[in-house]
């Protein structure tokens, strides 16, 4: 069976995805899967063969799929969506054009529902996405896949630096970037090394955790990667001990990699976006400025001891 998969949406938004990903593939022997999505996941997919084929929803052939399909004008995706014997879409229809899109293609079997559930569900968001995969209601709400897609992953977490990731996609989702350096600065009291991770819109809280900081005891302690690809960053988790973030993509991806990770939340819902993974602690405060260092460090010591 050849299947699409239609996730737009950051790097958190697709990880999710990673154990449907996973149940598809296992599901029926002999499925072809595409997945088109984020473009900086690809790689990551592509490492946990998770999918046959990937592609960037950034190209433009997909915008076409929010364009009516016409007797006259029959655009150049749906020669390619007609390949297909089913498809997911985790996309706004509002208007109905994408289903009239895989219906005019031929798809004998569809499912589309927004990427991101209503303010009032409380499941997690596995379960939410899963209802557009799975039959069993049971399974729907009761979603749980091994983490068979954590490749090289270790037991002996007991060496190696605590990997530390101070941004997220949002301000209010962010613990300061103050606790952050007072957090750092106690794990190099214990002569424990830290790894900062940064993407390209966390440049400024870089900047300031550095003014922050004072030098390290040893150079040994302060390590950095900015910027990298997210293949690179996973396999320099892998060589984590733990790992502390805000709730961002990075953090699922550390989760999801079996690192002892503690998450912090502030206004989001821990229910549907508690990060997927067999050492995951969450540390919760609605306002996250509120959240002391000294419970983050003593949680980090406990994980990692």
């Known amino acids: 069976m050849r299947i699409l998969i239609v996730r737009p949406g950051a790097i958190g938004d697709t990880l999710v995805t990673f154990p449907l990903l996973h149940y598809l593939r296992t599901r029926v022997p002999g499925t072809h899967l595409t997945f088109v999505g984020n473009a900086a996941v690809l790689p990551l997919i592509q490492a946990f063969e998770l999918a046959d084929e990937v592609a960037s929803y950034e190209e433009r052939r997909w915008s076409q799929l929010f364009l009516p399909p016409t007797a006259s004008g029959r655009h150049a995706l749906l020669d390619f969506l007609c390949t297909f014997d089913r498809a997911i879409c985790w996309l706004k229809d509002a208007d109905g054009v994408i289903a009239a899109n895989l219906e005019a293609a031929g798809i004998p079997q569809y499912n589309i529902i927004p990427g991101r559930p209503t303010d009032t569900y409380d499941l997690p968001i596995s379960a939410y996405l899963a209802t557009s995969i799975v039959e069993d209601a049971a399974i729907k709400h009761q979603w749980s896949v091994p983490a068979a897609y954590a490749w090289r992953n270790r037991d002996d977490h007991t060496a190696g630096a605590i990997a530390i990731h101070p941004g997220s996609g949002g301000q209010a989702k962010c613990w300061p970037v103050a606790h952050f350096a007072r957090t750092i600065i106690e794990l190099w009291q214990q002569h424990i090394p830290v790894l900062v991770l940064s993407g390209p819109a966390e440049q400024s809280r870089l900047r300031e ?91 980090l010591t406990r994980i990692t001891s």
């Open 209 to 299: 955790l550095l003014h922050l900081l004072p030098e390290p005891p040893e150079q040994s302690l302060y390590q950095q990667l900015s910027n990298a690809p997210l293949l690179t960053v996973a396999r320099r988790l892998q060589q984590c001990r733990a790992y502390l973030g805000n709730d961002s993509g990075i953090t699922h991806l550390a989760a999801m990699l079996g690192l002892p990770t503690v998450a912090l939340f502030g206004p989001s819902n821990p229910r549907i976006w508690r990060p997927q993974g067999p050492r995951v602690t969450v540390l919760r405060s609605p306002h996250l400025d509120h959240l002391p260092p000294d419970a983050v460090l003593t949680t």
